[in-house]
């Protein structure tokens, strides 16, 4: 759902009438503004979701205390990895570096995902993983990935539940452009999804914008 918190003039007018005579019902915002109850309804919905203001039954509307910047962060700390993630691109781990090098081409991704024959996560490729294996004067079609890559146990994850700003974190703190969403599935991890700095990108750009899922 798109929900706009920028507030147009008559919210900021029922905006101030509640923050000075709440508790208040709407059908008295409406006559202090000399409207009906439904003419005002969707900007009092609008004032409610975005979190402005509260209301209680037979009680009427009071405000909620909180700014807008309080507003914003309570939002960003909602975001989950869900709501954002990326489809992984995923390889066998007896490809070869040369087979993966054109996966990363042909799928226009920095990262690929490892797995097994059971299509569990064992590894991580990056960009700079196929190019120091690029360097060697190896037979590039000869060397499996499983070779080169970051393995298992060493992989930062993150699950579709994650909260976006902690895999953001984690991407910093780790010095890293993505991470495998995973879920647990038998013995290892099914990769479901990616987060990359892009995706976390896209979310600083919904929020200027005020959308936000
Ligand atoms: P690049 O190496 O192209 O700059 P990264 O910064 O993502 O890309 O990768 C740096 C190193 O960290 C690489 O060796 C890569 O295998 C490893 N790496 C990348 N993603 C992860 C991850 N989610 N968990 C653990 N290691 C990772």
Do not use: W
């Not at 905006?15 to 202090?32: F, M, R, S, W, Y």
């Not at 700390?77 to 709501?83: L, S």
């Not at 040369?98 to 990363?104: E, K, N, Q, S, V």
């Amino acid at each position: 759902m798109v929900s706009k918190i920028e507030l147009n003039e008559r919210q900021e007018t029922i905006l101030q009438i509640v923050k000075n005579e709440g508790p208040i019902t709407g059908e008295h915002i409406a006559d202090k503004l000399s409207l009906t109850r439904a003419t005002l309804r969707p900007d009092l919905a609008i004032l409610t979701m975005a979190g402005y203001l509260d209301a209680r039954p037979r009680v009427g509307y009071f405000y909620t205390g909180k700014t807008g910047s309080q507003l914003l962060t309570e939002k960003i700390k909602k975001i989950q990895v869900d709501d954002y993630k990326s489809i992984p691109v995923v390889v066998q781990e007896n490809t070869s570096v040369y087979d993966a090098i054109c996966t990363m081409f042909l799928e226009d991704v920095g990262t690929l995902f490892v797995v097994n024959k059971n299509t569990h996560l064992v590894g991580v490729l990056s960009r700079k993983d196929l190019l120091r294996a690029s360097l060697g004067r190896q037979d590039l079609a000869e060397i499996p990935v499983n070779i080169i890559m970051t393995r298992m146990p060493n992989i930062t994850v993150c699950s579709n539940d994650d909260l976006l700003i902690e895999v953001a974190n984690k991407l910093i703190e780790k010095q890293i452009d993505a991470l495998p969403v995973v879920k647990e599935e038998g013995e290892g991890l099914e990769v479901i999804g990616r987060i990359t700095k892009t995706n976390i990108t896209k979310v600083l750009v919904d929020l200027a914008k005020n959308e936000v899922i």
